[in-house]
């Protein structure tokens, strides 16, 4: 599967984003979703997760309360809406799919993820 992501962009501290995560092919139902973070100098840090199988969200708990992840199957597409943004969540957000289901704790690690869209940069001004 191909990803391609989008809907990044500069928002004053305080606002609203929603981003975008689209997918090529016909198994797209078939991949539990993800959605990274990668600040400059940092490591990259999982932010949301929603299930293949039965449709679960798992957050980081930075943004629990802020962010939402869904999804669409019938448009092959996984949305990020990001809320409340805080400078300190400036950073390239990247999609990742994964053939399989796991908890939190399992879905929180990139090195699992079998398929990376290209990042779209968010930058939140204060």
């Known amino acids: 599967v191909q990803l391609q992501a989008s809907g990044g962009g500069l928002v004053q501290a305080g606002g609203s984003l929603r981003l975008s995560c689209a997918a090529s092919g016909r198994t797209f139902s078939s991949y539990t979703m993800g959605w990274f973070r990668q600040a400059a100098g940092k490591e990259r840090e999982f932010v949301a997760g929603i299930s293949r199988s039965d449709g679960n969200t798992y957050y980081e708990d930075f943004v629990k309360g802020r962010f939402t992840i869904s999804r669409d199957n019938a448009k092959n597409t996984v949305y990020l809406q990001m809320n409340s943004l805080k400078p300190e969540d400036t950073a390239v957000y990247s999609c990742?799919?994964?053939?399989?289901?796991?908890?939190?704790?399992?879905?929180?690690?990139?090195?699992?993820?079998?398929?990376w869209g290209q990042g779209t940069q968010v930058t939140v001004s204060s």
């Open positions: 990742a799919a994964l053939m399989a289901d796991g908890p939190r704790d399992i879905l929180r690690n990139p090195t699992i993820y079998n398929h």
